[in-house]
């Protein structure tokens, strides 16, 4: 199975901060590579998909960039609505696998 | 606007069955691979299962083969999940989700508690 890890675990952070999120894959995954925002007591949210694509509807402040095994989430500039946990998950293999979250909270 | 809204959760005994329903509405469900994912308390996000839009091809994760079986009716535009020989590790909120590879739209969930 492909292991999928993040860092950091949380984050504090002020609105307008950009802020930065890494994933990594225990092996090469290509770009199939994706990110979910969740929310307190919410469903995850797709935002980016193929490492790189932005969903449909998602802000534009939000982008993901790499291949291979190493990936990046970046927000340009944090709004209050994008404090949340955040997911990378990888779609190369079966079992699909998530990361184990990175927590973005208020400073 | 996708929509997809799951039952059938609740409270069993461990060593009990239950089965998952998540009613799709406003695309083709004919057309797309579907897939559970769940969500213990306090936790991050599992993969579940994955099934073809056909229904004739399927994919588990280790933890539940043998015991949980994913199917579909699209004359019903529906989604399921028979869970079987529940322990208290399958706690969680069930999700399901629109995508085989990436999930796309997502339902509200329903919780299964597993105790005595």
């Known amino acids: 199975d492909v292991q999928m890890t993040q860092s950091p675990s949380s984050l504090s952070a002020s609105v307008g901060d950009r802020v930065t999120i890494t994933c990594r894959a225990s092996q090469t995954i290509n770009t199939n590579l994706n990110w979910y925002q969740q929310s307190p007591g919410k469903a995850p949210k797709l935002l980016i998909y193929?490492?790189?694509t932005l969903q449909g509807g998602v802000p534009l402040r939000f982008s993901g960039s790499g291949s291979g095994t190493d990936f990046t989430l970046t927000i340009s500039s944090l709004q209050p609505e994008d404090f949340a946990t955040y997911y990378c998950?990888?779609?190369?293999?079966?079992?699909?696998?998530f990361g184990p979250g990175t927590k973005v909270d208020i400073k | 606007e996708v929509q997809l809204v799951e039952s059938g959760g609740g409270l069993v005994q461990p060593g009990g069955s239950l089965r998952l329903s998540c009613a799709a509405s406003e695309f083709t469900f004919s057309s797309y691979w579907m897939t559970w994912v769940r969500q213990a308390p306090g936790k991050g996000l599992e993969w579940v299962a994955n099934?073809?839009?056909?229904?004739?091809?399927?994919y588990y994760v280790d933890s539940v083969k043998g015991r949980f079986t994913i199917s579909r009716d699209n004359a019903k535009n529906s989604l399921y999940l028979q869970i079987d020989s529940l322990t208290a590790e399958d706690t969680a909120v069930y999700y399901c989700?629109?995508?085989?590879?990436?999930?796309?739209?997502w339902g509200q969930g329903t919780q299964v508690t597993v105790s005595s």
């Open positions: 099934i073809r839009p056909d229904g004739n091809e399927k």
């Open positions: 193929g490492a790189s």
């Open positions: 989700a629109r995508g085989g590879s990436f999930f796309n739209s």
């Open positions: 998950q990888q779609s190369f293999s079966i079992p699909r696998t």
